[in-house]
């Protein structure tokens, strides 16, 4: 590494006070990040602002997006921005037999150079990443379809805290054992002590598959890309083919600094799809892949899960997301709370909350007892009222992120009474985004046809006013639903401590993340890194959660060598 | 609580520095263990000595072994001691169907206590273990097979480690999370703070079932047990049917100690099987069944990782374990050692050498150049040596655990030329006992039908010296038996710098324990816990390593709840 111009020493005055408050805040769970939320705090000490960013984004447009990466034996892609215009890029396409095997090159350096050095090289990409957060806003936005003020946050600095909180677990699990060579004395009575020397080193599984997401790609990737990249193993990205553009931007960012570091830039490479080519299949049940993250449907987790049998396989896939409503003193904040859950990104979030569990003999609220109908109907005025104006609308939905999602957002309407039909906005700055407002369901909870649509995941702006017969009724649903449907969040509102003792025991048994009546700017569907996990890992939705020991500490192992002292 | 005679406070009193002894030894790696060695030093503050412990097993034999289970429909039993006599004891058979519902019901008092009341009430099952470690010592000798003297110490003292390493490492996985509500407040500029209340609980996944083995009941069976109870979880333990009486005193311990806590005692139950039943199978695959320890052979822990889909899965299976002779500046030490891992327990360890890699040209050493055949005589001069008297000979090797292993000894002899043959040992004390010293077979590395024989496993006293072209050819022969076979050790021996950077990459890359140059009182079968790491989990001898992060962190979940503060 000498002739590095990234020394580990450079590396360190950098970043290590990064990583230091990122250990600490991961014991914590306080709020904290590194990465400014503000649109406007970028621009400064190198970082791309607005026009910049802007800027950068259009000129990737329409071009042929080169990486020099070893096996390219083509050109692909063909995103069409959810806002309506092509994209108009190219990406290499790889011949997997030349690919996978050049990224084991470098692996034994990666190695070498240790847990340290593999972390504050992961922040260094990080913080590049960071300095073009505007930049990637536009791409996250042009595929996910995520407005630019959601893409810019979740797509910028809040992916960029997953991806950072991923390397301080990594850090912290792998710098378990000593570094370097440990002394062992064993007594033997009068005898000499039995002596060893030994010495423990991390090494990584072998080359770690990130299956990315059409709707969050950096958000869901960075986590398993920079767990694996901090804990020794190369990582290949297989985007998702309609959201390439902001992982290969990663991409080229990570190898840019691998190589300025003195480590081979092949540890991270991407491969994208021909159309109809399926290669997320085919990587992940090569040999040479040990690990695998994966965001996306139940059916392809669960085809990994079963196949990939060589690798590491950390999945996160569908649930079935409720909201528990008991009784509240704040109604108007719940209705409001509710509201914007709903409408965020066009409920186009793995933990948006799809069935609201109303008894049907009403509720208790600091403005009185309400009955089911009013409730629904106050929630669907607090949509409304949210969603009136078209420009904070299109601020709040985006558009939808593909046609089968608008498709189930017209077939919801059928599944019984429209409580609130969904409505469609014009995008004056993009015609032809497909934009439209949430549409809410009542169905009864007692009927079985109405059971069909509500205990299964209905992804997209579609949610299910659910009678219930009681709040014991809802929650004993509340358990069925995560424990055969599965659920990245659930949500309660009640004024008894004894209901909020019994959903938080459902929630328990069942390994659930439970918010308990939020009225104020903390929406159900959103987690904080550091301090909240995305999903427990412990119910159908997702065999890993975001993030935890467990999510880092079987990406390596720990080879010992121990010596006759 | 209130109740209960062993209260937290009484625990932690008892307790509470232990464990944290136990925490910072897994840190430091250096010698340590809380419960002797000795067989003299037991007989004081309550524990049993020798007179005692062998009085407490022979009240043990001929008797039905009551636990006082839900669901026993009946009696079984069968072991016979590999010294000859039947033990002659019946375990209670369960109905499954209400065994299992039963053990969950004390699950959620047993998540409320906490990790640090779980880990202390594991530590008292333990140092209630350690003080019958005479009485297990006899269990252990007569149905694994053991000498006495390895009995009382692997059976006793260094299964008792390996427990409480698990519990240590159980026990900082989960208290990596404030234990308590956090505050969380996130500055909003002008505007106030978001602030929440954050709880993060650890959960245990479900039922644990641990499936024991024939050689080391306790020392393979305490890792999982322990790691499993104390995060959270419930543990039905299915010993293997010809070493249950170790496993079962274990499981009456506990649930004395559960109940004496205040605890169900149903969260640690006994399974036997009818001969023939084949419950490990049934167990494995019921959906209560959500985590699995197993150690033994690959074709069953290859079924229950490829069939027990809704559970955690740790098996440690079998491998092929290789030593590389490079050279020596400790002939005689060398001999010695190797002569020593050879005989421990007539090779039955899964950590017992198999294919010793010599140059066909020979070695350099300490006493000048040795050719191949003087090497291969010279080790079998030190074996036949250090086994040359019968009473010594009785207190290394053991006896046979079971015919499969007697038989694959016979057969060894027509695998090539027999450089030390076996011979018949009687044990003058239990002369139904078949002791045997081991078999070592000169095969050319380089014959096709050679390869059939040392490129598979042969549990029991049985080695190879496998002939190889060079140091180079021995490496590139460890590298595809590691890869391929999967290892649970590798030793290798040389004076060149070189040469021990090779083997060291060599186990780097393919995720083998390595011990280097080992001519004293440490042998390559031997691991120390709190130091050691026994297999590594990236090969395919085990998919899991004792103990590390990854052992425990994936046994529970942990469960966060929020609430608008």
Redesign the interface.
């Given at each position: 590494m000498a002739t590095a111009q990234l020394t580990t020493d450079r590396l360190a005055e950098k970043h290590r006070s990064t990583l230091d408050q990122a250990l600490a805040t991961?014991?914590?769970?306080?709020?904290w990040s590194p990465y400014p939320e503000h649109p406007k705090a970028y621009g400064t000490d190198g970082s791309l602002d607005a026009a910049a960013g802007l800027a950068a984004h259009q000129s990737t447009l329409n071009t042929r997006f080169d990486l020099d990466q070893p096996g390219t034996d083509g050109w692909t892609g063909g995103e069409t921005s959810p806002y309506g215009p092509s994209l108009g890029i190219e990406y290499p396409h790889a011949d997997l037999d030349v690919l996978l095997p050049a990224m084991r090159a470098g692996m034994?350096a990666w190695?070498d150079a240790g847990a340290e050095t593999r972390a504050l090289v992961c922040l260094e990409i990080l913080a590049r990443i960071s300095a073009r957060t505007h930049e990637f806003a536009h791409a996250v936005m042009h595929t996910s379809g995520q407005a630019f003020m959601m893409a810019f946050q979740a797509g910028g600095p809040h992916a960029q805290d997953r991806g950072l909180e991923a390397v301080a677990y990594a850090y912290e699990?792998q710098t378990?054992?000593?570094a370097g060579r440990?002394?062992?004395?064993?007594?033997?009575g009068k005898r000499d002590p039995?002596e060893?020397s030994?010495e423990?080193?991390p090494?990584g599984?072998g080359i770690a598959l990130v299956i990315g997401c059409n709707t969050f790609p950096t958000w869901n990737g960075y986590p398993g890309l920079f767990a694996s990249l901090a804990t020794g193993n190369p990582v290949v990205v297989k985007p998702h083919p309609r959201a390439v553009l902001p992982l290969a931007l990663t991409v080229r960012v990570a190898r840019e600094v691998l190589a300025e570091a003195g480590f081979d830039p092949n540890l991270v490479t991407l491969a994208v799809e021909r159309p109809g080519e399926g290669i997320a299949k085919t990587l992940a049940v090569r040999p040479e892949i040990r690990i695998i993250d994966y965001t996306g449907s139940t059916a392809f987790g669960d085809w990994l899960?079963?196949n990939a049998?060589q690798a590491q396989v950390y999945t996160e896939k569908a649930g079935v997301n409720t909201v528990v409503v008991d009784s509240t003193d704040d109604y108007k904040g719940m209705l409001a709370n509710l509201a914007f859950s709903l409408s965020l990104y066009s409920g186009q979030m793995c933990t948006t909350p799809q069935n609201l569990l109303i008894p049907r003999d009403g509720i208790t609220t600091d403005q009185g007892p309400k009955s089911y109908d009013e409730v629904v109907a106050d929630l669907a005025a607090a949509v409304g009222g949210l969603l009136g104006d078209d420009a904070r609308a299109n601020g709040l939905l985006g558009a939808l992120v593909n046609p089968d999602v608008k498709a189930r957002l017209e077939a919801a309407a059928g599944l019984g009474e429209v409580a609130l039909a969904s409505r469609e906005v014009v995008n004056p700055e993009y015609p032809d985004a497909v934009v439209r407002t949430p549409v809410i369901v009542k169905l009864d909870g007692s009927k079985p046809d109405a059971q069909a649509a509500y205990f299964s995941e209905c992804f997209g702006p579609v949610s299910f006013a659910v009678s219930v017969d009681s709040t014991a009724d809802a929650l004993e649903l509340l358990r069925r639903t995560v424990r055969e449907k599965g659920a990245m969040t659930v949500g309660a509102y009640t004024t008894s401590a004894d209901t909020e003792r019994a959903v938080?025991?459902v929630?328990?048994?069942e390994?659930?993340?439970?918010?308990?009546?939020?009225?104020?700017?903390?929406y159900v569907n959103q987690t904080?890194a550091f301090?909240?996990?995305h999903g427990?890992?412990?119910n159908p939705a997702a065999n890993a959660?975001l993030c935890?020991?467990?999510f880092v500490?079987?990406r390596f192992?720990?080879?010992?060598?121990?010596?006759?002292a």
């Open positions: 991961i014991r914590t769970r306080a709020y034994g190695r699990e378990r054992t000593p440990a002394g062992w004395s064993k007594p033997q039995l060893l030994k423990f080193t090494v599984r899960e079963a049998r938080e025991e929630c328990l048994e390994s659930a993340q439970l918010s308990l009546n939020l009225t104020g700017g903390v904080a301090s909240d996990f427990s890992g412990g959660a935890d020991g467990a500490s079987n192992r720990v080879v010992e060598v121990r010596r006759q």
